[in-house]
């Protein structure tokens, strides 16, 4: 018998979050490709307006975002009304689970979606139904398969991280169209603007419409502010306004408040890193495959790389890596034993991978 305090039921079997790691021993600067971060940073406007910021941060941050709401109104074309805006896109998804899910309610992703859906659906005490992803793609037949009369959400990622697949503007189209309307359908669209491919497209025309989609965005890829965590979801008024009702008043700070609005009006640094990963991406996928491993075909600012071979696993060319000072991302989190994720870098970083790759292949 034990009076110690007892968190909710299945609090304690959610397996913490493990990041991207960030340091090597006896490595003083590693290359950091972990976390599909910029490789460019953050740009010049977004770090002026950060410094900037410094005078004001003893105030509270403006709990409604106005100047940046109108920024992203503009920039998308989104009415203003209709956004809601998180600390990082991550807590826009733990908005909507904590708003929709009751206990015993559940959540339908795919195999390998984005852990961040899951965790704060588990801490509501719902169901998490992943939906087999065989060709590490989200399949729409699949999903719909899953959903039942307890599914409160759908989560697609397009594209999707960590295996670097989409779903064509068609798919995300019939997926909606054949799921019942009392169910949340969420694309996350984090990594939308490294998308190439035609039949790609946003959500936002098809959410603009419909009572159940909620589209979400980051400025942690493209705009390189990962670490002051803006994100936001494009709604259905009714479900903007109940997110409201939940979010805490100060959830987004003045810093970075004022550094998303800031890169907002980037242009060159978001076309600089869009043309990096744009540039990279293929050749890092060319080159890898020259190897002899596999490499998924990726829309976003990394690719995932296979390691099939029973001695040149991935653990190996992951120490192998390491002994360079190259830092990637293990993905067995997501069951995918046999994955590397590797971030988009620099010129110089994406060469040292490649010779390390290429020297790992040869051992
Ligand atoms: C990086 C990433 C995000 C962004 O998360 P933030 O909390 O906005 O930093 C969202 N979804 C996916 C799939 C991602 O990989």
């Known amino acids: 018998m034990t009076d110690a305090p007892a968190p909710k039921p299945g609090i304690l079997d959610i397996a913490p979050y493990v990041g991207g790691k960030s340091s090597i021993v006896g490595i003083a600067e590693p290359m950091k490709l972990s976390s599909n971060e910029n490789a460019l940073g953050a740009g010049s406007r977004a770090r002026e307006a950060f410094e900037a ?13 106005t100047k940046l709401r109108a920024a992203v109104s503009e920039h998308h074309g989104l009415e203003p009304e209709r956004l809601i805006f998180g600390n990082g896109s991550d807590e826009v998804f733990a908005l909507l689970n904590q708003a ?9 992703t795919g195999q390998y979606g984005f852990l961040a859906y899951r965790i704060s ?24 398969e899953q959903v039942d009369e307890r599914t409160k959400i759908v989560y697609v990622s397009n594209p999707s991280n960590p295996t670097g697949s989409y779903n064509s503007g068609e798919e995300i189209r019939r997926l909606h169209e054949a799921l019942p309307a009392h169910v949340l359908l969420v694309v996350d669209e984090a990594y939308a603007e490294f998308v190439t491919e035609a039949d790609w497209e946003t959500a936002f025309p098809l959410a603009r419409d ?14 390189g502010l990962g670490g002051l965590r803006i994100g936001f979801g494009y709604a259905p008024l009714a479900v903007a306004e109940a997110v409201d009702r939940i979010r805490l008043p100060f959830n987004v700070s003045v810093p970075g408040l004022d550094a998303a609005t800031a890169a907002l009006g980037d242009e060159a640094h978001q076309k600089a890193s869009r043309d990096l990963v744009q540039t990279w991406r ?9 190897f002899g491993f596999e490499v998924l075909p990726s829309a976003g600012n990394f690719v995932l790389v296979l390691f099939r071979d029973e001695k040149r696993n991935a653990a190996a060319a992951s120490d192998y890596l390491n002994s360079k000072g190259i830092i990637v991302r293990p993905v067995g989190g997501y069951g995918i034993h046999d994955g590397l994720r590797i971030t988009v870098g620099t010129e110089d970083q994406n060469r040292a991978v490649l010779d390390a790759l290429s020297e790992f292949a040869a051992t």
Do not use: M, W
């Not at 105030?59 to 975002?65: E, H, K, N, S, V």
């Not at 929709?100 to 339908?108: P, Q």
């Open 210 to 223: 419909a009572s159940n989609i909620v589209v979400t965005r980051t400025f942690s890829k493209i705009h």
């Open 53 to 65: 910021a410094v005078k004001n941060i003893h105030i509270y941050p403006d709990g409604r975002a």
């Open 282 to 290: 293929p050749r890092l996928t060319q080159a890898i495959r020259g």
């Open 121 to 144: 659906a588990l801490g509501c005490e719902a169901q998490v139904k992943l939906a087999p992803e065989p060709g590490y793609k989200a399949e729409v037949d699949a999903l719909l």
């Open 100 to 108: 929709y899910l009751t206990a015993g309610d559940n959540i339908v």
